[in-house]
């Protein structure tokens, strides 16, 4: 018989809002905190290896890493926390629609109702049609009287907002719908920054997804390839579509070199990178950058200098290092040397961030829901009132939610103030 007062003593202490609003507010944090570091792929846990190296890719300080930043959905502390918060909510989910059921009938406040309090207060006897009983019997939503004779004893029951229960349950029911969107980010979410695409190239999101991202040759579109597929201009800065978000960091300057001699392309090597072939990309990231291309075949090198956005200064030298032509280029130009013709292109590479949040949309449904359950549960707080009253006395029993007020003074005014409203 002593185990149903211990649980429900444990049902209002774990159920208390007192508990449920600085954990919600630390859900919210790791909630932030997902979105700002990005998180181990879900296919690299387990692999002891594969997750130091990307933690030793990823990681900015020590600190970070100690705490689990970067790897949230297998911290023991966020387990436990999201564990505890959904039985709370799930607790008090049940304890709403249990209330709802329970005060479908007008009964003394007397049986206990989950996510209220009890409060009593005596004073001196009143006359059923006393004026402050009178507020109390105008302003309830439904109320009852007994009294078997005149001169006995007699007892009054009301009830406020018992037909705004259902809504207030919409509370729990969109924190749990973000709690659920949390742990589904957490486990299938994923970040990945400082991407650098450059035009004509291709690459993948492995480990994170099987998806591609290509940027055409002229560098005005980038494509994320496939299911979903999009494509977006890198000058708009961002695309959402289906969970995925593309964010363009920065363009960075490029140019686009070739060489013919006869209509026959020459071989080009990149002084600074070591890269070959017949066309090069050569980057600057900062301002006044420098790139230096050699033609083995006519002992030529070719300086770039970037002066600002398209601007390009070109200084053609020989095998000494001797210059022997200097020109400037804007968006696109020539240079021709004896037989040598050099074909140039500016262009860009997009340095871009690609986060995969899934089930972003569920945002919606969870704040409406969030904000009617809040706004019912400030608007029309549940409260039952029972007075007894004989010649010794008037005792006047309430059971009520948060809102509640505790003294008989400030009950009559709250409610006198409702009907106004009303």
């Avoid at 700002?36 to 990823?58: E, F, N, Y």
């Amino acid at each position: 018989m002593k185990i149903l007062p211990r649980l429900l003593r444990f049902w209002r202490r774990i159920g208390s809002a007192w508990l449920l609003i600085p954990l919600s507010v630390l859900a919210g944090l790791v909630g932030w905190g997902q979105m700002m570091w990005p998180q181990l792929p879900t296919s690299l846990v387990g692999d002891t290896l594969a997750t130091s190296l990307w933690l030793d890719r990823t990681a900015v300080s020590d600190w970070e890493r100690w705490l689990g930043f970067y790897n949230l959905a297998q911290q023991p502390w966020v387990r436990a926390l999201v564990t505890l918060l959904a039985l709370i909510l799930v607790l008090r989910l049940w304890g709403r629609l249990l209330l709802a059921w329970q005060v479908r009938t007008l009964q003394p406040p007397q049986q206990w109702l989950p996510l209220t309090t009890i409060h009593e207060a005596r004073m001196p006897s009143l006359a059923p049609d006393d004026a402050s009983l009178q507020v109390l019997t105008h302003s309830s939503h439904r109320h009852a009287r007994r009294q078997e004779a005149e001169a006995s004893p007699w007892e009054w029951i009301g009830d406020w907002h018992h037909r705004h229960l259902g809504w207030q349950s919409l509370l729990e029911l969109g924190l749990l719908l973000l709690l659920l969107l949390l742990v589904w980010q957490l486990r299938n979410g994923w970040q990945k920054d400082a991407i650098l695409l450059a035009p004509a190239e291709s690459l993948t999101l492995t480990p994170y997804s099987s998806q591609t991202l290509q940027m055409d040759a002229d560098g005005q579109m980038i494509r994320l390839c496939c299911q979903p597929q999009a494509t977006m201009a890198p000058e708009t800065g961002s695309l959402s579509v289906r969970g995925f978000h593309l964010q363009v960091q920065r363009l960075i300057p490029a140019l686009q070199v070739q060489a013919h001699v006869a209509g026959q392309p020459l071989s080009l090597q990149s002084l600074d990178a070591g890269q070959m072939g017949t066309t090069l990309l050569l980057q600057f990231p900062q301002e006044r950058s420098e790139r230096a291309v050699a033609i083995p075949d006519r002992n030529l090198v070719l300086v770039v200098v970037a002066q600002d956005t398209d601007r390009y200064q070109l200084q053609l030298r020989d095998a000494e290092n001797t210059p022997i032509m200097s020109s400037e280029i804007s968006h696109e130009g020539e240079l021709h040397w004896q037989d040598v013709s050099f074909q140039l292109q500016a262009t860009h590479t997009s340095a871009l961030s690609v986060r995969y949040r899934p089930g972003t949309w569920l945002l919606w449904p969870a704040g409406l829901m969030l904000m009617l359950g809040l706004g019912a549960a400030w608007r029309w707080p549940y409260l039952r009132i029972g007075v007894r009253s004989n010649a010794a006395g008037t005792v006047i029993r309430w059971q009520g939610q948060w809102r509640a007020h505790p003294t008989l003074a400030e009950i009559l005014h709250y409610f006198h103030s409702d009907e106004q409203t009303s």
